[in-house]
């Protein structure tokens, strides 16, 4: 068989079943193996970006990778900045570029162009197959690279030579290494900080923020008094009734400042040491006390949920966790406002949701009203680079079929990969969107502010204003086959959204809100 | 005054006065500088990669550099398709990208990603300031390098504390490099390959495809029996009545074979070797014959007219360049087709318009319909990075406000930067942009083919329709504030074309057109 039929079976084999896609020429044969594999499953996305974080929702729930397939370099290029998110959660993801046939890439054809400097620059594994004999073996391998704890982008550059010739033999799966135990000494060098009597702060991130970790961490906190708190933006969050209740670290840094003041330990478990998402004149590059000393648990390549338990063994051996209590806000009524919005969304969030959450400034509200909704996951925007929640959530839902879906995006931010609402009609996903339209980068109005940049006139603030004209939310799902609806009262918002989770298939929503002051 | 002031009057003392712009944190004190600058022109996008094409078309129609003002790593990423159409376009551009603090890089921020690897995947000079009172003459230098010929992209990563901190001066203008002249030798080899009495072909690109140089090779081709062909993808071209008759080079290599088939001198004059555009099984890299013997009479940095006109001197010294007459098609009647759709663009083709071509598979019959239309500017897909048509049509509409703009669009290529279309509602540029929406990647279809990849069931070909569903531009248009209808007869797309050209301001006409067999 051809090297593409060998590596689709290959990627079968190591369980890879799914691949969102945006092809070209140099692809087409991958593209035809799909005929030949029935077993796996292709998305078609009018966009990389779309198919990228397709790709990452897929991994973060499924823990397992989906394959991209990319057309050379400048599609690769526009999947990029999701791919840049996936690196961030450490999504295992199976980026597959096609490039030029081998012997003619001396001709410098109009497409060449510097494929690997771009996967590197994303990817924590690469290779570019160079024969076909060998490619699938260098799938196998790659997607076991995928799965190296705790998960990253795996980038096989194929030839289109490689894909077309024959002689191939699917290869065995790869086996991916397993997540380092953390030694005794570690975990005994937190329990002494936690025994210390000084105030401590155990920070949360990546495998610790599933129940298993939450529990243990939760028991760790009544037994010592440390204080939990989850990094800012989660890949993916348990939480809800029945699960620990947790703070996330504020996006501010003068605001994570003042949750870790006074904090004489912190202690990392699958979470960085915290830093500000961007420097501004006169403030700190981090929100670490000075005098706090940072503990490492366990990193995200560690068992992290086997290390907040063996900890919560040895200082709360006989201490439960502390569950979230069911509880909902009541529906609002009157004007439509982030509030609202966010309210309306703690009345009715289904059981086993799964929330991307791109509203930025919008979802300040979302974490307090929804925290005793029934469990649901929340995935959160993990490398900064918007464009990240329609793709995110079009992948979620392909992964999880029965599990309803719900897209929280900023209008901003939905603007850049707006063509995940076609796929999600093709493919009939059980999507709902919500567009927060306060017609405005509203983050950076407010970013504008903190820079403490000089506005002295109007030129700076229409850059920042998606006004004039407005955008039209319900038209531009139209136009891609999702049904839509615009609401203006918390009323309607809340009868629109009771319907789009009650029907299958995707929504639109587009709440609007009212413009920045 | 802070680096960014100094920088945005150093631009504007360097000509350059309009920036394309989809700004974050990192870039707010550029963005406030503009306040303080009137003079120079900010221009909002919705998506970088519309931001990055429109950049691409203003400096085509202007020949000098538009800004284009990007949100670090991942907003780059967002960029760099339409980044690599310009570059292989020639086109001088200056891509300035924000990256955070210099004292901030070291903390791994989450959108902290490497820059300078994506932008050294497009740049042909790339510079990194490091200090506010340097930055100024960063920024000459950059519109220097921008202009250095043909031209090309000069990237500028700006911390954001270089634009943040005081004391920078706005810098003097760099002097460009000027074209090279042709040494008389090399035209002189020209010369005895022309009057060889062996079959020649001239192939023209680049500063070749506008009036003088055509001219001056009409008069090579009248004197000396050379053939004339125009390179597939020409950047611009100036085409139409009054001015010399152009054959393109065929995209399908066994095509361009036949063009070239017998020659025994190929004369590039602002070309390159030409080759396929994609690898296949069984066919040649390049179309060039191999008893063909190249001569390189000048290429993308040399003076190309100059030396197209040295070289007619030589040849041809009392010929006439004949031009092409003025002639238009009859407008068409019944059913939309590809071809229809050229008769009725032929046939009401303004004088002076521009047109941006992304119509790929629909295009075929575009060059014989218009080429006795009154004088236009044709731009081409020049790099094959699809989703460009819009955002260049976006920016030469910017760059030229008194000339029709007129957009021929794939559905496919369309959606990946569709945008664009709100830039063009808000600043009420004068663009028309058509939609051949065949409801399927045409090019691939084709392409697979070609390629000999085997099909044997559904799924490959469900990958390259655009049906199910199928997207109604209509709504699209409507969703971003630009006026839209859908033509299903050649007599409806008269109507509608006529009433878009007439009108000012962007409008959008979806050409239905028949499904592929």
Not at 129 to 143: N, Q, T
Not at 208 to 235: D, H, M, N, V
């Amino acid at each position: 068989m051809n090297g593409a039929q060998a590596i689709v079976r290959t990627l079968v084999g190591s369980g890879v079943t799914t691949c969102f896609a945006n092809p070209g020429t140099s692809e087409m044969h991958f593209v035809a193996a799909l005929d030949a594999v029935p077993e796996m499953r292709g998305v078609l996305c009018l966009f990389e970006g779309v198919a990228t974080g397709a790709a990452d929702g897929y991994g973060r729930m499924t823990g397992h990778p989906a394959g991209v397939l990319l057309h050379l370099g400048p599609g690769l290029g526009n999947g990029l900045a999701n791919l840049h998110n996936a690196r961030r959660a450490h999504t295992p993801l199976l980026l597959i570029t096609g490039d030029h046939a081998t012997y003619h890439k001396r001709f410098d054809a109009p497409l060449e162009s510097d494929i690997d400097a771009l996967a590197g620059s994303v990817a924590g594994w690469s290779r570019r197959s160079m024969r076909s004999a060998d490619a699938p073996a260098d799938a196998a391998e790659a997607v076991a690279a995928a799965l190296t704890p705790p998960g990253q982008v795996a980038s096989l550059v194929l030839p289109a030579d490689v894909t077309w010739t024959d002689g191939a033999e699917p290869a065995a799966p790869a086996r991916p290494r397993l997540p380092a135990p953390v030694p005794g000494e570690v975990i005994g060098e937190a329990a002494r900080a936690l025994r210390s009597g000084e105030a401590a702060v155990v920070l949360l991130g990546g495998a610790a923020l599933r129940r298993a970790g939450l529990e243990a961490a939760s028991r760790i906190a009544q037994a010592t008094g440390a204080r939990l708190i989850g990094e800012t933006f989660a890949a993916r969050q348990e939480r809800g009734a029945g699960l620990p209740a947790l703070d996330r670290l504020a996006y501010l840094v003068e605001m994570a400042q003042a949750q870790l003041a006074g904090a004489r330990h912190l202690i990392l478990a699958g979470a960085s040491a915290p830093v500000s998402f961007f420097a501004y004149p006169g403030k700190p590059s981090t929100p670490v006390p000075d005098d706090c000393e940072i503990h490492v648990l366990a990193e995200g390549g560690s068992d992290v949920p086997g290390a907040l338990e063996a900890l919560a063994d040895l200082v709360a051996p006989d201490v439960k966790p502390v569950a979230q209590e069911a509880t909902r806000p009541e529906l609002p009524d009157g004007e439509l406002s982030a509030h609202a919005v966010a309210t309306v969304i703690g009345a009715l969030l289904p059981e086993g949701a799964i929330v991307c959450d791109e509203a930025n400034t919008s979802s300040i509200f979302l974490p307090g009203a929804t925290a005793g909704a029934p469990p649901h996951d929340w995935l959160s925007l993990t490398g900064g680079a918007i464009g990240q929640g329609l793709p995110l959530a079009t992948g979620a839902a392909v992964a999880c079929p029965d599990r309803p879906v719900l897209a929280l995006e900023a209008d901003g931010s939905a603007m850049y990969t707006v063509q995940a609402l076609w796929t999600q009609a093709r493919e009939q996903l059980d999507v709902t969107t919500v567009i927060f339209s306060n017609r405005s980068y509203a983050i950076l109005a407010m970013e504008l502010q903190r820079t403490g940049a000089p506005v002295t006139g109007t030129t700076a603030r229409s850059l920042l204003d998606l006004s004039r004209p407005d955008l039209d939310f319900v038209s531009l799902a139209a136009g891609m086959g999702v049904p839509a609806s615009r609401a203006a009262t918390a009323g309607e918002f809340a009868v629109q959204l009771d319907r789009a989770l009650a029907e299958p298939g995707p929504h639109l929503i587009e709440a609007v809100l009212p413009p920045l002051a």
